[in-house]
């Protein structure tokens, strides 16, 4: 960091009276870790770092090599809207995590992205990203914890008769004033579920910005004694949470769109459709990177305009990519959108995985299929040559383990653990004696 950047956010948090500042990162598997220092000890956290012991952090370090430290990336500085109490105002900065040689430790979800991003920059190009946050609002019990009555019954677009709204419009404020811009809010098809889409940004800004506002949306809701979540399926029966991610690659030299081409029938140009082409042959090898959950394979079902079929199209909302509309003339808008992660997904490595992929197709001038209008969910997708996704946790991870550049993308350390992480949570669910299987069979067999 520059001397200058340093001193003008130290001037910063003495005009706006901050007493802590929280030290932000994230373990393998996307949990926010935070470590809370006093505004006294920043102008040494921004000279030498802060030192922290990994070895309880999930896919971090075993006891042996534990010692690491967090360097705060100054540009992700923000006051936090719900922790502003009389002098105690609480600012937070994102931080990368190094080892004691001075290295950015392999484990850090946040360096792998980094990584891809400087292969995307090799080759001329800049991410952008702008995901679509769907999460779900539940009534709180006494004691505050979260109960399954969705907070409202209110429908797609809806302008629910409650707080809904007005939760929603705290939520968007809250972004805002922690340096996010907001494209949209509105409610989603389901009862209590409610999406808020946030504005193109570089893919790393994104993935902080998305980290950000999952905290966020928990806060302000907790705030109006509601529970915030993001499982990507918590009501069978119904529309589960997705994050559809936009995305496109601008030339780094000119600024320019490189997905555009006016003289394209859906307006995609060569790259853009190599970076397709590599987001299909790596779709299932990603999946487990973008959908992390047992449960979010219930979402991932045929019904419930959650992709199923590895395939692409414009007007298909079954369709695994998406090649929303534009308007005329406005070419530079050109983008594609990914529709199975879900909000549970780890930012960092999820965007660093679709980046690789399409980096793979557009290296390898990988040629795409023709494009899928139908309805995949009422004809015969063996006719049309389709493959599936993963259909659960554990076929995820087998998938995973046959992809090279995926594996590759994640680097060993966190893929090794990543793959450890989830492989316990799978066999901890395939053991687990489930409600439904009782009331099925109990009196059955």
């Not at 949470?241 to 030339?251: P, R």
Request: glycine share 6%; proline share 5%.
């Amino acid at each position: 960091m520059s001397d200058d950047s340093r001193q003008a956010l130290l001037r910063r948090v003495e005009e706006q009276r901050v007493a802590f500042v929280n030290l932000q990162f994230t373990d393998v598997l996307g949990m926010v870790k935070t470590v809370t220092i006093p505004i006294g000890e920043l102008p040494d956290a921004l000279d030498h770092g802060v030192w922290f012991d990994g070895s309880s952090i999930e896919g971090f370090a075993r006891s042996v090599e534990s010692d690491m430290y967090l360097v705060p990336d100054l540009a992700t500085y923000a006051l936090v809207p719900w922790d502003q109490h009389e002098g105690l105002a609480t600012a937070r900065l994102i931080c990368d995590v190094f080892t004691p040689d001075g290295k950015p430790f392999a484990g850090d979800p946040r360096h792998v992205l980094t990584s891809v991003v400087h292969q995307a920059a090799d080759l001329g190009f800049s991410f952008n990203v702008a995901p679509e946050l769907e999460f779900f609002l539940f009534k709180a019990d006494a004691e505050g914890r979260s109960t399954p009555l969705p907070h409202d019954t209110a429908g797609y677009f809806d302008v629910s008769t409650d707080l809904a709204t007005l939760i929603r419009r705290q939520m968007v404020r809250a972004l805002q004033n922690m340096g996010i811009a907001v494209e949209a809010a509105h409610h989603e098809v389901a009862a209590g579920q409610h999406e808020i889409d946030l504005r193109y940004a570089e893919a790393i800004r994104a993935a902080d910005h998305t980290i950000t506002a999952r905290l966020a949306l928990k806060a302000v809701a907790q705030l109006n004694g509601l529970h915030a979540t993001f499982m990507p399926k918590p009501i069978a029966g119904v529309n589960g949470s997705g994050m559809h991610v936009h995305q496109s690659l601008v030339d780094i030299v000119t600024g320019r769109n490189t997905f555009a081409d006016a003289n394209d029938a859906y307006g995609l140009s060569p790259t853009a459709r190599h970076f397709i082409a590599g987001l299909l042959a790596h779709a299932r090898g990603m999946c487990v990177i973008l959908a992390p959950l047992v449960n979010s394979y219930k979402r991932l079902v045929p019904g419930y305009e959650a992709p199923v079929y590895i395939s692409w199209g414009r007007t298909n909302r079954s369709a695994l990519v998406r090649v929303p509309r534009i308007t005329a003339g406005r070419e530079q808008s050109t983008r594609i959108e990914l529709r199975c992660p879900d909000p549970s997904c780890n930012p960092y490595l999820a965007y660093a995985v679709m980046l690789a992929a399409g980096l793979d197709g557009i290296r390898r001038k990988l040629s795409l299929r023709e494009a899928a209008e139908e309805d995949l969910f009422h004809v015969d997708p063996r006719a049309r040559g389709l493959t599936i996704l993963p259909t659960s946790l554990g076929g995820a991870l087998d998938a995973l383990r046959e992809d090279e550049l995926i594996q590759a993308t994640l680097g060993p350390y966190v893929c090794e653990r990543f793959i450890d992480a989830k492989q316990q949570e799978w066999e901890d669910y395939r053991a687990y004696v489930s409600d439904w299987e009782v009331e099925r069979y109990r009196s059955i067999f």
